[in-house]
């Protein structure tokens, strides 16, 4: 009823319209008729004495015999002229309501992407007022299908339908009246649906608050955006787009002139430089016995760096943290100064990383649990929570929880602003078990080793801001068992920028490798388990940095062994290390 009502509204406005242009027309020839009835134009033409009756005599005649006679011509053709002009005008007027067509939602380039073509419309339009009844569109020489346009009175949606890659005409033609005719457009359309053929060459940086150039070729292109900078391609192709800082994963977009994008996700690598650091635990730096003898390794240069626990196996924050979760479930202590610490490492020339164990969190997992935040911890099929055996019940928190997931990188982007160099994950990884106890409520239809590399990809993203590294520790079996324990190195190596293989000689099973007795055979365990994983990461930019033992279980370790273990890495090309010790005493004599 209501399209019918519309329908009948928008014939009685044209009837009106109509009358009104008649209405003109008629109001002209009244005019006309007029002025010609008042001139008596047929008495124009005669003579005086023709027109005169009897004897009596014509004064206006006799005043001038000859001149008025010859002025009567003129003056009717001023009048006819005036009335011409005065018409003219109204046809004039009558013109200027002639349809304008206005093309929307064509590039005025006339070049049609694959992007347009996808939406497979655009609208033909007219000035106000204008109705558009019984406009035609064609595609060379086809018709295209027409509809009125959705919230645009008086427009036309025009489908173009399946357009081939080439030249084509388009043609709008509105039918018109004399004296203005048809209005018609015409334009020539270019359709390219090929994108740009882009390229990306691999791209370092010197440092975090070094410029870096991305290069790259895009064959076709008019425009490159990296990072939100530009650039224009040469004839080549070949471009260049400088940028202030590397920005680590960002897209690089290529852009024709028919608006086809091609797109690279682009990492731009910053190596961490050499790294050589030993394990301290939070309260370990808060010991004067403990934190000394570390202290005087570094300004020895026996190591770059320590290691400083940021968040440990209790699930202890080790320094005075102010993210919000760490403070309500208490697991901010304070044991040390976190600002000071960093000034004091950074003053004796070294660097500092911060570990922060992930998964396994005692402290989260309990006060979750008694909270009836339960999807927080890793569960049973039944709802229960899993029994982590000699971790204890309630030891591992959920992975693929979003708030256990968030709190992490929230102590992550914490400690990279306070001043941390690195970022070092540990325990980054489900509970080890058979995977059918466990329960990850929120994974979906996620694998638990890509849920957990996407864990430290955002946690990369989050501390790159403060130019900060990230590393991820591993377990030595994760280089060929991926699903063991969720972290599959190849996932992980694309996230991070560094693995540490935690490939303690006494952690290995007797046989792995070829070596009968891993522990008692520090070095060639070492070497060829390194070596797996130097294979399994080389078509990434992520960099080895082994975990090696300096403490003793079932076999006792002193400078040899430890010695051992270091020369192993080194003929496998990785010089870098991290010693652990839980209890942060050392063997110096391994280190030269």
Avoid at 153 to 160: N, P, Q, T
Avoid at 224 to 232: E, L, M, Q, R, S
Avoid at 419 to 436: A, K, M, N, V
Avoid at 534 to 557: E, M, N
Wanted: proline share 5%; charged share 25%; aromatic share 6%.
């Amino acid at each position: 009823m209501c399209r019918t009502g519309e329908h009948e509204e928008h014939e009685e406005h044209e009837e009106d319209e109509d009358d009104e242009e008649d209405a003109v027309d008629h109001d002209a020839r009244d005019l006309l008729e007029d002025l010609l009835m008042r001139l008596d134009w047929k008495n124009w033409f005669r003579s005086p004495t023709s027109r005169s009756s009897g004897s009596v005599s014509d004064p206006a005649a006799s005043a001038s015999p000859a001149g008025f006679p010859r002025r009567r011509p003129v003056i009717l053709v001023c009048v006819l002229l005036a009335l011409v002009l005065a018409i003219g005008g109204t046809l004039s007027l009558r013109a200027a309501h002639g349809t304008t067509l206005n093309l929307v939602g064509l590039p005025n380039n006339g070049k049609l992407g694959a992007q347009l073509l996808r939406t497979g419309e655009f609208e033909v339009a007219g000035a106000e007022g204008d109705k558009l009844k019984g406009t035609k569109v064609t595609l060379d020489g086809k018709p295209l299908r027409t509809r009125a346009a959705h919230g645009s009175a008086g427009a036309l949606s025009v489908g173009l339908g399946d357009i081939k890659d080439g030249t084509h005409e388009l043609r709008v033609t509105h039918p018109g009246s004399w004296p203005t005719g048809d209005t018609e457009v015409v334009r020539k359309l270019t359709v390219d649906t090929e994108a740009p053929r882009l390229k990306v060459a691999d791209t370092k940086a010197k440092g975090f608050r070094e410029p870096v150039t991305v290069r790259g070729t895009a064959a076709g292109a008019q425009r490159i955006t990296v990072a939100g900078h530009t650039a224009k391609p040469a004839k080549d192709g070949a471009f260049a787009v400088r940028l202030p800082r590397p920005p680590g994963r960002t897209t690089v977009t290529a852009t024709d002139a028919a608006g086809n994008t091609a797109r690279h996700e682009a990492e731009l690598t910053v190596h961490r430089p050499l790294l050589k650091a030993v394990h301290v635990s939070a309260q370990g730096w808060a010991s004067d016995a403990l934190r000394k003898p570390v202290m005087k390794m570094l300004k020895q240069k026996k190591i770059n760096a320590v290691q400083l626990d940021i968040k440990d196996e209790l699930g202890e924050v080790g320094y005075a943290s102010k993210v919000p979760l760490a403070k309500s479930v208490g697991a901010a202590k304070g044991y040390y100064d976190a600002k000071k610490a960093i000034k004091e490492i950074h003053a004796a020339g070294g660097t500092v990383v911060g570990r922060i164990v992930a998964f396994r969190d005692p402290i989260l997992a309990t006060k979750s649990w008694k909270s009836g935040h339960r999807d927080r911890v890793v569960r049973t099929p039944g709802g229960g929570a899993y029994n982590g055996g000699s971790y204890g019940q309630l030891s591992f928190t959920n992975f693929a929880n979003k708030e256990v997931r968030q709190y992490n990188i929230d102590l992550a982007a914490e400690a990279a602003k306070l001043g941390f160099d690195d970022i070092l994950y540990d325990y980054i990884r489900r509970p080890d078990g058979p995977i059918s106890k466990m329960s990850f409520p929120g994974l979906g239809d996620t694998t638990p080793e890509r849920s957990v590399a996407d864990v430290v990809g955002e946690t990369r993203a989050a501390v790159r801001k403060h130019n900060a590294f990230l590393g991820v520790s591993v377990f030595g079996i994760a280089v060929d068992r991926p699903k063991e324990i969720a972290q599959d190195v190849g996932l992980l190596a694309q996230e991070a920028d560094y693995i540490a293989p935690m490939i303690y000689p006494s952690h290995w099973a007797k046989g792995e490798y070829g070596v009968s007795d891993p522990n008692s055979h520090p070095y060639p365990i070492t070497k060829r388990s390194l070596a797996a994983f130097a294979k399994k990461t080389r078509h990434t930019d992520a960099q080895i940095v082994p975990w090696i033992q300096d403490f003793s279980l079932g076999v006792s370790y002193g400078d040899k062994e430890v010695r051992a273990q270091l020369d192993a890495a080194r003929s496998d090309g990785i010089k870098g290390f991290l010693l652990w010790n839980p209890g942060v005493q050392y063997h110096e004599g391994a280190l030269g």
